[in-house]
């Protein structure tokens, strides 16, 4: 064999053996996963070989399955993060907020409230699998959902491209569940200690369908009004400012004014019976709603961890925050500040997370921290009305004002879905806002009444002074002497 021969030889070999690994490193190098630099190698190899043409069939074979496999692991992956993501958002109704609610009012009345949170997740998951999972988002009109989803036909284990590519829908299903389980259960936290709880579980079942169905439908829906895709507002409502905080603090102030206060309120006393309960439940808060804002980019992908960052920051801001203006108020930070505050900036931040980036984050639960201290501590006394564990000063003024921001500091760099200029989204997010505002209002108003006037809302003054728990439920949540 000749020189020029035996070089050509060496060359080929050196080509064969090394291109694989060469295409893998610039793979990685770009930025791909393990698993697609794995393609790209066993890819590269069998290019390399030398293939006779009646291989090409084995070869595409080949290739076919391997991209088969990549989108396999794919979609586990992102599965694995939503359904653990559903399950933190579960854990936000309860034990979450149980914990949360049940300690800030007085003992005799902890069950009565637990109840409330724990009736939600019963409740709503037999009306969202019978129908309501259609009517928010099945195509129907701009306002609300059609039929084709009732029973959960056509809910499986393929994705949905109209909501997301990589998550079965079965998988997309459950997870909004959770957000139509905790939203009429933070409305309980305005007449906390003073309805009847029949009255709870109808005026709650006919709000998850009358105001919940419409305006996640709107926002997250196909052919929605409000969808930031093709929307006639396209409103940027990332994980349910208006959706679950504007509709559910909003209906909370109506419930607060059409039951009026609690016998002695403004007369006596009536402060949290375990401030201990209402931390654990804070923090169970804190963690789950990662779950909800990381878990609403329907991927295991860098929007949600930008979108986990921004939460963090803005509860942390709104903490400190309120617990700062509370200090220079009254002299004293409390526990009750600390985490409301952190609760609020929750809120807040939940449309913007997986629009904004960190400053922007920051900014929000600053911002959130000072407004939200304001509507309890000031502007709640001002008028009088009794939201008993501030509902409407947390979620519903955070909400509209987490709505609004998002606007103002949505960046297309964070999500190109924004596209818009500031000011005219401003514009549709205030629109946003004013929809929910009017629906949350009028739907729960006429609830009210029709609930009222069937089986009455309130319960009577004696099972008041007695306390719900006994009233109720014919329990006690603590029993200080052991039976004999």
């Known amino acids: 064999m000749g020189k020029l021969q035996l070089r050509c030889v060496l060359a080929l070999l050196l080509v064969t053996v090394c ?29 390399t070989a030398t293939i006779p043409a009646s291989g090409s069939a084995v070869l595409a074979a080949r290739i076919a399955a391997l991209e088969k496999q990549t989108a396999d692991a794919t979609l586990d992956a992102n599965n694995a993060w939503m359904l653990t993501c559903a399950v933190f958002v579960l854990m936000m109704t309860g034990p979450g907020l149980a914990l949360f609610y049940g300690g800030l009012v007085r003992k005799k009345n902890v069950l009565g409230t637990m109840m409330q949170s724990f009736a939600m997740m019963a409740i709503v998951t037999v009306i969202w699998a019978l ?49 139509a389980i905790i939203t009429p259960a933070l409305i309980s936290g305005a007449f906390a200690e003073r309805m009847k709880f029949s ?13 919940y169905c419409p305006m996640a439908h709107m926002v997250w829906g196909t052919g929605g009004l409000l969808n930031a895709v093709g929307g006639r507002f396209p409103t940027l409502d ?50 789950g709603w990662f779950g909800f804002n990381a878990g609403s980019a329907l991927s295991a992908g860098t929007l949600a961890t930008s979108a986990f960052i921004a939460t963090q920051l803005a509860a942390a801001a709104g903490a400190l925050t309120w617990t700062a203006a509370e200090w220079l108020r009254q002299g004293k930070p ?22 904004v980036g960190p400053m922007a984050a920051l900014a929000i639960g600053t911002l959130t921290g000072g407004f939200c201290y304001f509507m309890v501590m000031v502007a709640k006394a001002k008028f009088g009305y009794d939201d008993s564990l501030d509902a409407f000063g947390i979620h519903g003024a955070g909400g509209m004002l987490g709505t609004v921001l998002t606007g103002v500091f949505a960046s297309s760099m964070i999500n190109p ?22 629906l949350a209002g009028a739907g729960t108003m006429a609830i009210l009444k029709f609930v009222d006037l069937t089986i009455g809302l309130r319960v009577s003054q004696e ?22």
């Open 199 to 211: 009255a709870m579980a109808l005026f709650m079942a006919l709000w998850s369908i009358v105001v």
């Open 417 to 438: 879905v924004f596209q818009g200029g500031h000011l005219h989204q401003v514009m549709n997010q205030l629109i946003a806002v004013g929809i929910g505002v009017v």
């Open 463 to 484: 099972h008041e002074a007695l306390g719900l728990d006994l009233s109720q439920h014919g329990e006690e949540g603590y029993y200080w002497e052991v039976p004999a």
């Open 238 to 287: 990332f994980a349910g400012g208006t959706v679950v905080h504007v509709t559910s603090g909003v209906s909370a102030l109506v419930c607060a004014l059409y039951l009026g206060c609690r016998m002695g309120h403004g007369e006596e006393p009536m402060p949290p019976h375990s401030m201990v309960l209402s931390f654990i439940g804070a923090c169970m808060l804190w963690v």
């Open 334 to 355: 409390s526990a009750l500040g600390s985490i409301s505050g952190a609760i609020a900036g929750l809120a807040t931040i939940t449309p913007a997370a997986g629009y």
């Open 19 to 47: 291109a694989p690994s060469v295409m893998a490193l610039t793979v990685a190098a770009a930025g791909a996963s393990p698993t697609q630099a794995a393609f790209a190698t066993s890819a590269s190899a069998v290019s």
């Open 131 to 179: 129908f309501s999972f259609s009517l928010a988002f099945a195509p129907g009109t701009s306002i609300i959902g059609g039929l084709k989803y009732v029973f959960l036909r056509a809910v499986g284990g393929a994705p949905n491209p109209a909501y997301a590519m990589t998550i079965p829908f079965g998988t997309f299903m459950i997870y909004q569940l959770m957000f």
